[in-house]
């Protein structure tokens, strides 16, 4: 069974920064995408950040020029880069990772934007 683990959550003022690492149990060149959701209070879970087996990158709108996806097979190590933080924000972030048909989840970290 696949395991994902993120970490690197936190309570971050306005225009802050956040790195989110989320570590995986097994080669990340095994999923076809390793993908950031996140999940705020009262909402459904979106799509943040991901990026494919191939290295392309793809971001929700709401992020763009703020966050940044990268990844490091040696460390089967997938981050997320999070810049110019608002309050809107605000959510648990969930890593996710996908083999054909079939998803894995992590447990989340939690992203507290606030003065």
């Known amino acids: 069974q696949v395991q994902l683990v993120e970490s690197g959550g936190g309570l971050v003022q306005p225009g802050g920064s956040l790195k989110l690492t989320c570590t995986a149990s097994?080669?990340?060149?095994?999923?076809?995408?390793m993908s950031w959701h996140r999940q705020g209070p009262g909402k459904e879970r979106e799509l943040v950040a991901s990026i494919n087996v191939g290295g392309r990158t793809q971001y929700a709108d709401s992020v763009k020029d703020r966050f940044i996806i990268s990844r490091d097979g040696a460390k089967k190590t997938v981050y997320l880069q999070m810049n110019s933080l608002k309050p809107g924000d605000t959510a648990v972030y969930y890593c996710?990772?996908?083999?054909?048909?079939?998803?894995?989840w992590g447990k989340g970290t939690p992203v507290t934007v606030s003065s």
């Open positions: 097994e080669n990340i060149f095994n999923f076809n995408r």
């Open positions: 996710n990772a996908n083999i054909l048909s079939r998803h894995f």
